[in-house]
């Protein structure tokens, strides 16, 4: 399996967002009653705005290639707080990335849980 690069610098963690999803359904009826049932075995996470204010041009074309070839695919990923690994993939079709200086991009992806 597939390592997210160890080249790029650790994200910005001011601003990482994680969500823990809720592992049951919840169902109401008309007459007040409720029923609740496990929809998964286990909960999974993602983690969405991961970003960098300053990724170099080069860092950024390892994270394209890196993209494009594991887009579909899961990976192993470490997260910058916990230094915790997790089998991901990518939670969404794109990268975000905006020139802020010369040779550096301000760059957003987000991860799901596998």
């Known amino acids: 399996m597939a390592s997210f690069p160890s080249s790029l610098p650790d994200p910005e963690v001011h ?10 359904v919840r169902t109401e009826f008309e ?13 999974r996470r993602t983690w969405s705005k991961i970003y960098w204010t300053g990724l170099s041009s080069s860092d950024l074309s390892t994270l394209l290639t890196f993209f494009n070839t594991y887009q579909g695919d899961s990976f192993t990923w470490t997260h910058p707080i916990t230094s915790v ?17 010369p040779e550096y991009y301000e760059v957003t992806i987000s991860f799901e849980e596998v």
């Open 15 to 24: 601003g990482l967002e994680e969500d823990y999803n809720k592992t049951a």
């Open 31 to 43: 007459a007040g009653y409720v029923q609740s049932r496990a929809r998964f075995t286990r909960a």
């Open 85 to 101: 690994e997790y089998t991901v993939r990518f939670s969404c079709d794109k990268v975000n990335y905006k020139y802020v200086a």
